[in-house]
């Protein structure tokens, strides 16, 4: 029915806005793109708007996810098809300076999704501060029903299983990447972390020393996931946010083909989506490689 072709924005809650910002452009090194009291939008280096934050009753929730679709589709068209199948949607204008027009609706969890289909790039603003992520690549969040959650995304935005561990963790794609989406069993629906896509393995090197620079630890990692094989490095930020910075993940360039590109650290030739064991270990190499549920720090 709608098919997303990347993920755009997320909007998190937090606790100080000016805290929050100093976080955000500093040390994740975004760009602000507008703000007024209550909220902010910020965009990486490269102009995609990637997080809005905005004052909440409690930091650290996530109320709303952008989408993006195909340039020029019929948002009317999309809003009578969600119609049909008994979904209620409304047109929003101006929800960031980069998108003027979008349909929004709630997924099957509650989340309130924003699809647009045309969007105006943020001005270089001239600056090279922080880690500087390349894009915002993923999010992940605690669902009470994997199941449901999976049939949504892959019936009503176009979303593919990209690997499932045992019966309780999803990971979607919705364009090459391994996931852009993922979803965990938890009795508490909440956001799970948050992730940006650095350039390599010596980004993630100095994404490591900018945080302790910062007096910000990680929680787990430097080390090489299994599942999706992104190298990658967790933190929290003061809003109790996990924030994830990766690179190299598994990448699917052919959807007929049905294999993503081989690597050396595959352990299946050629590497297809599949179910990996719930004792599946969390990484190759690197901190905390136990075999015990959750499957992420």
């Not at 787990?220 to 109790?240: E, K, L, Q, S």
Request: net charge negative; charged share 25%; glycine share 8%.
């Amino acid at each position: 029915m709608i098919q997303v072709k990347r993920l755009a924005h997320a909007t998190i809650t937090v606790e100080d806005l000016e805290r929050s910002l100093d976080y955000y452009t500093r040390v994740v090194g975004l760009s602000l793109v507008t703000r007024d009291t209550n909220r902010a939008v910020l965009a990486t280096k490269m102009g995609q708007e990637a997080i809005v934050i905005e004052k909440g009753p409690s930091a650290g929730e996530l109320p709303r996810l952008s989408f993006q679709i195909k340039p020029g589709s019929d948002l009317g068209e999309l809003a009578a098809k969600l119609q049909k199948e008994g979904i209620k949607s409304e047109r929003r204008s101006g929800i960031t300076p980069g998108v003027k027009e979008a349909l929004c609706f709630n997924d099957n969890k509650g989340t309130l999704l924003e699809i647009y289909a045309d969007y105006e790039f943020a001005p270089d603003d001239k600056t090279a501060v922080g880690i500087m992520p390349v894009k915002f690549g993923h999010v992940a969040y605690r669902v009470e029903s994997v199941v449901d959650t999976v049939k949504f995304y892959t019936e009503f935005l176009g979303f593919r299983v990209s690997d499932f561990r045992g019966d309780f963790f999803a990971f979607l794609r919705c364009g090459v990447d391994h996931h852009t989406v993922n979803f965990v069993v938890d009795p508490k629906p909440q956001l799970h972390h948050i992730a940006f896509e650095v350039k390599d393995w010596g980004e993630i090197h100095r994404a490591a020393e900018t945080l302790a620079k910062n007096d910000i630890r990680l929680v787990w990692g430097p080390g090489r996931h299994i599942i999706g094989h992104n190298v990658a490095c967790y933190h929290r930020n003061h809003d109790n946010v996990r924030v994830e910075m990766f690179c190299e993940m598994d990448q699917m360039k052919d959807e007929d083909l049905g294999y993503f590109e081989p690597r050396p650290w595959h352990q299946d030739r050629p590497q297809r989506p599949k179910t990996w064991g719930p004792d599946t270990l969390r990484n190759y190499w690197g901190f905390g490689s136990e075999r015990t549920y959750p499957g992420y720090p």
